[in-house]
Structures are given as structure tokens and as C-alpha cells.
């Protein structure tokens, strides 16, 4: 059954670009790795992964020097490194942040095939690399996820409770919300972030255009709404799927949300003293089905004359009872279109569109 998911979903959902906008080489003198046509710049390093599910995936690390936190950016739909290379590097420049991006399976150089398990997977090895190679820990990471990457961020931000912050950029619900309003999760849906955002402990940030033709904005509304720590959203009047970074008020709320979650004491910490918290620092997928809960009704016990010895283990009563969360979201028609420019040096000209729905 998850085979059959998989297939249907990468059907539908994924939209890598063909050809990929870059290329990757070896530096003949460092030995680097250098994604072309991107001339070598000191603060950036490329790395190719192994993912737990035999694929190997791109990633692009972006220094700074006075960096405090890592912002691990799982991009969009019909996009790669090559077209994110110079809005990464602005990004780390004006919000004075480590930055990881990756291309998914089957994207840019990455191998395999794109699927929404591979994503996971993608994203679980790439958070393995800032840990074993850049010494990052749950508390100095904030995860930023744009319309479909918003699926594998919450997937990981709902195992790792410890993290610093999460930025969700024009979400969705789930990939079937997005093309019918649907009241329901069904087994078949993917993406089902309306499910595990609940789980989420960190605070939230939600950025979505309020002109959005591809995810209705009504997507990030309802999942601010189910947040436990919510951050002021930020709610761009007329701004549509792909032209967010264009509005002056995105950078600068972007820029203060960060600010304010740095300044925040370690969720590492206890507020007594730092002394460290002894609570899990990763949970289980929440995509797992879990096992019955025991009845918390209890049922008062029968007189001693009535016991019997074949009756004297006592039953537990569980409660197969799943709670049905009514949530309705718009039926997006998705259009392509060509980015804006920046008005701010941010990457000029980004001519992929993130495509969700029936490009979803």
C-alpha cells in the first residue's frame, strides 16, 4: 500500500527541473566539490550524502562568521540548488545565519527518484551532516520549509523537540487539501503536516501571500491556528505563491522572528539554572501508527462472591476511537508564472515555480 502511495504521489507532486540548472566539479587544485556556474566562494561548501534510503542528494552549506543559529532550508517545488544558490547566500548575509539547503532525490544532482519518503529521508541526512560535521545541535537549528518543503521540516520538527524555531513559507496542509477540500486525513494523502504540526514544541513562524492562486492561503492560516507556540504570522497583502522575498516586510519580519528566538533561553535548559532536561531529545515518526491507548474509563469491580478463576486476570478496554478533525481548505487552481525581481539583492529572475496540486 505505501509502494502504491509513493507512486501515485510522485506522479502528481513532484516537478523537478529538466535539465537541472547546475552541475557539479571537482576543483583540479582544492579538490573541492563546486557547483557550476557558480564561481568558488570561501564560505560555501558543497557535500554529496548518502540518504538511509541508498540515495545520494546534494547539499550546499553557507557560513557566517557571527552566525548563532543554522537555518536548514528545505526549498520548494520545481526548483533546485542552482536556483536557490543566490538567494541562499542573501539569506545568510542579511539574517546573519548558517544555511543549509539540499536538493531532494531525483532533484538537481541528486540520484533516485523524488518521492515523499525520500524527502524524509533527504532531510534526516542532511540534518546528520550539521550534526557530525558542523557540530549543530537541536537548539541552534531553525528549520525554514517553503509550500512542499514544508513537508519534510515537519516531519523532522515533530521528532526533535529541542529545536530553536521553525519558519513555514506558503505551507500546506496536505497534498490532498490542496486540490479538494477534504474534512478528513486519508491513508493515501501525503504531506499530512494539519496531522503533525500539533506536535511541534518550538515556536512557529507562517509566512503566506494573501493572493496565493497555487496554496490558498487559508492553508497557512489553519495550520498558525493549530500551532502550540505561535509567532506573530506574517500575512503578505497580494502576495502570491512565488514572490514573497520581493516584499520588504518578508525580510524584515523574517529578520526579527530569528532575532527573537536567539534571545530566548536554551530549550535544552530548564528555567532553574540551566540545569539540562532529562526529556527525550527525539521522538518517533508520528507518521507511525500507534499502538491503542488503554481506556482511561474504569469499570468498578464485581463483588468478591462473584469472582470466578477463570475471570481473575482483568480486561483492558481500548479506545480504537480516532478523533475526526474537520478542516476544509480551497480548491487552488496552480498557474505558472515567472518570479518578480528582488527589490533587495535577493536572487533576481528565479524563473521555476513551486507547483503544487495538480502540479502539486
Not at 508520528?286 to 474504569?298: H, N
Not at 476511537?321 to 478542516?327: N, P, V
Request: hydrophobic letters at 30%; proline letters at 6%.
Amino acid at each position: 500500500m505505501g509502494g502504491v502511495t509513493s507512486s501515485v504521489a510522485a506522479k502528481f507532486a513532484f516537478f523537478p527541473p529538466s535539465p537541472p540548472s547546475y552541475k557539479v566539479v571537482t576543483d583540479e587544485l582544492t579538490g573541492l566539490l563546486l557547483l557550476a556556474p557558480f564561481p568558488h566562494r570561501e564560505n560555501v561548501e558543497i557535500h554529496k550524502l548518502q540518504t538511509r534510503r541508498g540515495t545520494e542528494i546534494m547539499a550546499m552549506y553557507v557560513r557566517h562568521p557571527m552566525a548563532t543559529s543554522t537555518l536548514l532550508y528545505s526549498h520548494g517545488n520545481a526548483t533546485d540548488l542552482g536556483q536557490m544558490y543566490k538567494l541562499f547566500i542573501e539569506l545568510g548575509i542579511h539574517l546573519k545565519v548558517n544555511l543549509m539547503g539540499y536538493d531532494y532525490s531525483g532533484y538537481g544532482q541528486s540520484t533516485g527518484k523524488p518521492s515523499e519518503h525520500n524527502t524524509y529521508a533527504d532531510i534526516e541526512a542532511v540534518y546528520k551532516c550539521l550534526e557530525e560535521t558542523y557540530g549543530s545541535k537541536q537548539e541552534d537549528v531553525i528549520l525554514y520549509g517553503q509550500s512542499v518543503g514544508s513537508g519534510p521540516t515537519l516531519h523532522l520538527a515533530s521528532q526533535f523537540p529541542l529545536l530553536r524555531a521553525i519558519v513555514l513559507h506558503s505551507p500546506i496542509l496536505s497534498g490532498l487539501r490542496v486540490m479538494y477540500a477534504v474534512k478528513k486525513t486519508y491513508w493515501f494523502d501525503i504531506y499530512k503536516n494539519i496531522d503533525k504540526i500539533p506536535y511541534v514544541d518550538c515556536p512557529v513562524l507562517i509566512i503566506h501571500g494573501t493572493s496565493d492562486e497555487v496554496v490558498d492561503c487559508c492553508h497557512g492560516k489553519q495550520l498558525w491556528e493549530l500551532c502550540k507556540d505561535k509567532y506573530e504570522p506574517l500575512w503578505v497583502e497580494g502576495g502570491n505563491h512565488c514572490d514573497l522575498e520581493q516584499y520588504p516586510e518578508y525580510m524584515r519580519h523574517l529578520k526579527q522572528f530569528i532575532t527573537t528566538v536567539e534571545r530566548l533561553p536554551s530549550r535544552s535548559s530548564s528555567s532553574s539554572g540551566g540545569v539540562r532536561d532529562d526529556g527525550p531529545t527525539r521522538r518517533r515518526s508520528v507518521d507511525r501508527r500507534e499502538k491503542p491507548r488503554q481506556s482511561t474509563e474504569r469499570k468498578p469491580l464485581p463483588p468478591k462472591s462473584q469472582w470466578k478463576k477463570s475471570s481473575s486476570k482483568l480486561r483492558i478496554s481500548f479506545d480504537h476511537h480516532h478523533l475526526d478533525r474537520s478542516r476544509r481548505s480551497l480548491d487552488c487552481h496552480d498557474k505558472t508564472r515567472k518570479s518578480i525581481d528582488h527589490s533587495h539583492q535577493v536572487e533576481r529572475g528565479r524563473k521555476s515555480v513551486d507547483r503544487v496540486g495538480s502540479e502539486l
